[in-house]
């Protein structure tokens, strides 16, 4: 991958752009919709990154994670781009990042703090709320942080997702215990998701110095077709079983 700058992004932006405002695209409409609320788009600036450093947790993510130097990894709905500089400077000049959001002038400013700070190996991608838009057999480990409940697609955004992985790839979410309209996830729900369009849970930690909660998932045997697909229920005390 090779890295962008912030004037290569002009069109790839101006694209995404154009998508605003419509209605569900042809393809997202092959997958079942999540049968529970959408947040809204939060604040892409979670908190301060002096004090999400002050408590260590970019370190503990990535030390759970075991991120090493030259491993390839995604940063999703990388924002402002605390993870993605951290992941930089942890897999070294032999690793990639890709930081992907579907805001286009959050990666703009990305952009300009990519070049700023002289992060030869990150890449930008401008994403799709049904589609990350990832390429395949890519990555080592992909990063969801704090932004998985904001997702409109989840279905259709985790089976496009699926392929990018490298054999042994692992997904990384951290979220909140919380209902989904108040920027969390139940940890229940967010693993029925996984499992439905083919993912495997392979650890899971309470994680207070991370705000939430550390979830890891790999890669299943197949992939299911999106018409056998069968959306979660998300309310209370029906929260991770999956409709018959």
Known sequence: MKSLGPYLLTAALLA???QAGKGRSEEAASFPQPDRPV????SNQ????DARDSRGEAQTVMDLAE???GMTV??????????TVRLAERVGKGG???AQDIDPEALRRLAGRVERERLDNVSIKLGEPEDPKLPAGSFDRIFMVHMYHEIQEPYAFL???WPSLRENGQVIVVDIDRPTDRHGIDPLLLSCEFKQVGFELVAFKDAPELSGYYAQF???AKRPQPNEIKPCRGSPGEAGKAAK
């Open 16 to 18: 995404g752009c154009q």
């Open 39 to 42: 947040s809204n788009l939060g």
């Open 46 to 49: 979670f908190s301060t990154e």
């Open 67 to 69: 991120i090493e130097e």
């Open 74 to 83: 995604a940063d999703i709905g990388a924002g402002n781009g605390y993870y």
């Open 96 to 98: 990639r990042v890709l």
């Open 159 to 161: 089976w496009h997702m």
């Open 218 to 220: 790999k890669a299943a």
